[in-house]
């Protein structure tokens, strides 16, 4: 037993002894009075390299610019190409013999876009869908879709990143719309709309719901929905865009313009949605919704485009293209022009 306590008590007089090497260390022979003051250097001059020189060539269709801006696509001839802004780098999408892009979109979140392609064998159509990652330069195929004619095409593309789910529109000869819904998993069906002729879509960001127009008869339904999204006074509905916390944007139109904007969710009474008046009448075609929920509007005569909420306006050059999610693009003498919002 007195060996146990001999024991146990030079254990505590070696950790006394340690502390009180540790504590003259910490607080005598690596004390210091000088004062240190930190300052983080910023270079900022990493984001300021100016974009490289990209030329549209006048035959160029359907230019499109990259949710961020870094990309600018379009068709030239037979052939999609993507340009880096950043570097003046140009690549040509290849595609099998027989097969034309019949539309391509952007994705909203990233450098990649959805392809619907066209395929012709010995006389029979049908259309494909896939995607091609401008990053990792890789295009893969995501699904067969359906038959086609010869006057068919893809008109729209619709897709959430968080929902990991695909609406491709499919314009029939004769004007019936079609509408494919596809899933992560590469299942794929046909959704039955209430439109024979389906007019602007949008999807939601957080829901596996699409709203889309019946373009005949003016109004707008959303999937998984029985009746028509209704706005007491508004005989005209059309649809504008949703943002990101799945608010729908409906403006009401008269005489060819919009005069107000609605918005709001879906799960809520249209009569206690948000009304945004505008200013004057504005062309549907020049009203933009950012997925912030900023509503914006162009002015290809002033070349400025103005947050409605907050008045500020951004003046661009040239030929006004569209909308990313820090500036305007535009192109102007045949060269695409990126202008930061203010």
């Known amino acids: 037993m007195k060996n146990v306590k001999r024991i146990i008590t030079w254990i505590v007089l070696s950790l006394l002894v340690q502390f009180a090497v540790?504590?003259?260390?910490?607080?005598?022979?690596?004390?210091?009075?000088?004062?240190?003051?930190?300052?983080?250097?910023?270079?900022?001059?990493?984001?300021?390299?100016?974009?490289?020189?990209?030329?549209?060539?006048?035959?160029?269709?359907?230019?499109?610019?990259?949710?961020?801006?870094?990309?600018?696509?379009?068709?030239d001839g037979d052939k999609l190409q993507v340009v880096n802004t950043k570097t003046g780098e140009i690549r040509d999408i290849s595609f099998n013999e027989?097969?034309?892009?019949?539309?391509?979109?952007?994705?909203?979140?990233?450098?990649?876009?959805?392809?619907?392609?066209?395929?012709?064998?010995?006389?029979?159509?049908?259309?494909?869908?896939?995607?091609?990652?401008?990053?990792?330069?890789?295009?893969?195929?995501?699904?067969?879709?359906?038959?086609?004619?010869e006057d068919s095409e893809v008109e729209d593309i619709q897709a959430s990143t968080l929902t990991n789910v695909i609406y491709v529109k499919v314009a029939r000869s004769g004007g019936k719309s079609s509408i494919y819904w596809i899933n992560i998993m590469n299942e794929m069906k046909k959704i039955n709309t209430k439109a024979y002729l389906v007019g602007e879509t949008a999807i939601l960001y957080h829901e596996?719901?699409?709203?889309?127009?019946?373009?005949?008869?003016?109004?707008?339904?959303?999937?998984?929905?029985?009746?028509?999204?209704?706005?007491?006074?508004?005989?005209?509905?059309?649809?504008?865009?949703?943002?990101?916390?799945?608010?729908?944007?409906?403006?009401?139109?008269?005489?060819?313009?919009?005069?107000?904007?609605?918005?709001?969710?879906?799960?809520?009474?249209?009569?206690?949605?948000?009304?945004?008046?505008?200013?004057?009448?504005?062309?549907?075609?020049?009203?933009?919704?950012?997925?912030?929920?900023?509503?914006?509007?162009?002015?290809?005569?002033?070349?400025t485009i103005k947050e409605v909420s907050t008045g500020k306006e951004t003046s661009y050059k040239g030929k006004f293209l569209q909308v990313y999610s820090t500036g305007v693009a535009s192109i102007k003498d045949g060269k695409l022009i990126k202008t930061n919002f203010k």
């Open 22 to 75: 540790f504590f003259y260390i910490d607080k005598y022979y690596l004390a210091t009075n000088t004062t240190v003051k930190l300052k983080k250097i910023e270079n900022k001059n990493l984001d300021k390299k100016p974009d490289a020189e990209v030329k549209i060539p006048e035959s160029a269709e359907n230019i499109s610019v990259s949710f961020d801006g870094k990309y600018v696509a379009y068709y």
């Open 98 to 149: 027989g097969v034309k892009v019949s539309y391509y979109k952007w994705l909203s979140d990233r450098n990649r876009m959805l392809i619907g392609e066209k395929h012709n064998t010995d006389g029979s159509y049908g259309f494909k869908l896939s995607y091609y990652d401008v990053d990792k330069n890789t295009k893969e195929e995501i699904k067969d879709l359906t038959w086609a004619d």
């Open 208 to 303: 596996d719901k699409l709203l889309y127009e019946d373009a005949t008869y003016h109004k707008i339904y959303a999937t998984n929905m029985e009746d028509s999204i209704d706005i007491d006074g508004v005989k005209d509905p059309r649809l504008l865009g949703v943002d990101s916390d799945d608010n729908a944007y409906i403006g009401s139109m008269e005489n060819g313009k919009i005069t107000k904007i609605y918005y709001g969710l879906l799960e809520n009474p249209t009569s206690k949605w948000n009304v945004i008046p505008l200013s004057g009448p504005v062309d549907k075609n020049n009203i933009y919704i950012s997925e912030q929920g900023k509503v914006m509007i162009n002015d290809n005569l002033k070349g």
